[in-house]
């Protein structure tokens, strides 16, 4: 059985239906009442595990099913017609997500029933200025057009809001655009980044603040029995967090629970980010080493840490994989009464990983997986010396077929 669900989710999917749905890739089952699809979750994972874990899996609930997100990145494109326009023909831009399996189709977004509230206005408002202005889209075939991608993100307790303009090189029109968002989502942080690669992804190899200031701030509520940890969190552009702040708070409670009951000294949070679980975990033990590979999110890390005052946070920037190899070669190993906490992006972890990591033996692991068919591809290799002692999952994913899973790892004796 799933969990017992909060109040304000007992709206149906169904009532509110998008009007880009079941177009949009971005949600898949806004027709199934949320019930259904935390059954439906529940079941998945259960199949999933069968061969290795034949009890419930439980599924927590997100607090939130409707705005949810705290960041969405939109894509502008040049428009797909059904029937292909003359060669000449200049196609229009258009400002959304990707249609559901098909790549090479943006849709013209008008709503976003998950993405922050309000959203709907700034999209409105840098579409009518980008075509005020006459700008066309990057093309990653014929490398020409300037928009690219328009970053939206929201700290959901804070209120505070950020959007980051990504382009080719060119000349922005910076007053008009800030207009264009102040006027209709206004932000503490309104950034322009200039990406000159080919591929369509969110990435800058420049960044300039056009108002406010670089970053945008959140706080995390961990739920700690009848207490609350508070996390101070900075977010930068481009650093990574989960998308679902509430479901968040659930789950960092979870994991802050099992490090208290298993009660070592030492944490390694590899995968860190920018120290979310190593911040809401290190009042319990007495260091936490927090391993990272992008700098950036270790510099947000250095200032979370300080902001929350947990000095016994260490960051790491390096790759996982490297860091355990030197642990192996150069530190005789971990530290005595440690306990793992893995959080890797969607494909898992780095073979070479998962190699040294049992090698290196530690006590306990927790693993948090994104992805839960990459972590069952692993599972068998940890089962050769760990033994599962529970799994549960927290949905941080309303509406789409996606969960976050957790699972604990216990050296088998």
Known sequence: MTEQLPENNTETASEALCQHYPECGGCTAQDVPY?????????????????????????????????????????????????????????????????????????????CRIGPAGVDKLIESVRNWARERKLQAFSSKSRDGFLRILLVREGKRTGERMVVLITNEGELDKEGFVEAVQSSWPCVSIQHAIYRGKAEITAADELHILHGKSHL?????????????????RVSPFGFSQTNSAATEILYGIIRQWVKESRPRFVYDLYGGAGGIAIAVSDKVDRVISVESVELASVDGTFNRETNDADNVVFMTDSVEEYLKDAESKHHGLLPQSLVILDPPRAGLHPKALKRLLSLKPQEIIYVSCKPSAFAKELPSFLTQYEVTEMR?????????????????????
């Open 393 to 413: 999952a927290v949905d941080l994913f309303p509406h789409t077929e996606h969960v976050e899973l957790l699972a604990r790892l216990h050296l088998k004796q």
């Open 35 to 111: 019930e259904e699809q935390l059954s439906r979750k529940q079941l998945a994972l259960e199949t999933l595990f069968k061969p290795h874990w034949d009890k419930a899996i439980p599924v927590a609930p997100s607090p939130s099913i409707w705005n949810y997100r705290n960041r969405i990145d939109l894509a502008f494109a040049r428009k797909h017609y059904p029937e292909p326009p003359p060669k000449d023909f200049v196609r229009e831009t258009v400002l959304g997500f990707k249609r559901e399996g098909k790549w090479f189709w943006t849709l013209d977004l008008q709503e």
């Open 217 to 233: 701030n959140e706080e995390l509520h961990v739920i700690d029995g009848p207490n609350t940890r508070k996390v101070k969190m």
